[in-house]
């Protein structure tokens, strides 16, 4: 089993920053990919970016240019640097590992709220 806790949530103003962690615990070792979805009121949970275990990024075209998203292998830890926030980016915030060994797995983290608003 994976755990993963998110942090960094919070209110902001257009065009300000905010960072979010997710922290993994569990048989990590197991992960091929993690990532950020995100999922606004009365709209379907949609991916914003993945980091593969080599490294190799994915990006939603509405985020691209302003999100980034990172990990610290030694923290366990997958991070997403979003700039620029606009109030479409409101929404609860998801970060999901992925797994392909022995089948496929998938966990989630418990969500966080990121609210663009003056």
């Known amino acids: 089993q994976v755990q993963l806790v998110e942090s960094g949530g919070g209110l902001v103003q257009p065009g300000g920053s905010l960072r979010l962690s997710c922290a993994a615990s569990g048989i990590i070792s197991v992960i091929n990919a993690m990532g950020w979805y995100r999922q606004a009121p009365g709209k379907q949970r949609e991916l914003v970016a993945t980091?593969?275990?080599?490294?190799?990024?994915n990006y939603a075209d509405s985020v691209k240019g302003r999100f980034t998203i990172s990990r610290d292998n030694a923290k366990n830890t997958v991070y997403l640097q979003m700039n620029s926030l606009k109030p479409e980016d409101t929404a609860v915030y998801y970060c999901n590992a992925e797994s392909v060994v022995a089948g496929y797995h998938e966990w989630w983290g418990q969500g966080t709220q990121i609210t663009v608003s003056s």
């Open positions: 980091i593969t275990s080599d490294d190799t990024t």
